[in-house]
């Protein structure tokens, strides 16, 4: 029997140091314990962002119809290098600003990364790294010959992301009713 070695493609990323909105409570504060550890830990929901407007409307129905209290969410953000000092500060006051209105609105975590790469490949491996309860991600408002022709992030997400279920929200052309 012969081995196969895959190539493995780099995986560049950085972290996005959030602004911190939750005081923290140390670990021996057992009376704040609750007695269900599940509730406590919450569940992981991954979304993914960028400057669209389809993307901040996917966002605020994540927040809106998915998220709860205990959960986490995690902000994922594809960019053709994650060295570009622009482009990541950039990126780090979109993630802040929507980490902001997240704390604002329901009171979850938010974490942040941006990840070099294409963007559907990005949003697949960040679902395999995090196994979260869901993957939300908008559409681009492109008409469909053109997404035929040029492909789509969320349908290469919807063909290959295994890792969780993965949620598109309509474009905001399709309403505000949408979100509430």
Known sequence: METVEEDVEEYSWREVVLPRLVPVVP????????????????????????????????????????????????LVHAVSSV??????????????????EAFKTLLVRTKARIVEGDAGTVICREADR?????????????????????????????HNCKAAPIIIVPGKEAGEQSVL
């Open 27 to 74: 670990d021996a504060a057992p009376e704040l314990e609750r007695e269900n550890g599940e509730r406590r830990r919450g569940r992981d929901i991954l979304v993914a962002v960028d400057f669209g407007p389809n993307s901040k409307h996917a966002f605020d129905w994540a927040l809106a119809h998915i998220a709860r209290i205990a959960d986490t969410v995690h």
């Open 130 to 158: 995090l196994k979260p309860a869901a993957v939300i991600l908008g559409t681009r408002g492109r008409g469909l010959i053109q997404s035929v022709l040029q492909g789509s992030v969320s349908e290469y997400c919807f």
């Open 83 to 100: 060295h570009n000092e622009i482009v990541y500060e950039k990126s780090r006051e979109l993630m802040e600003d929507l980490a902001v």
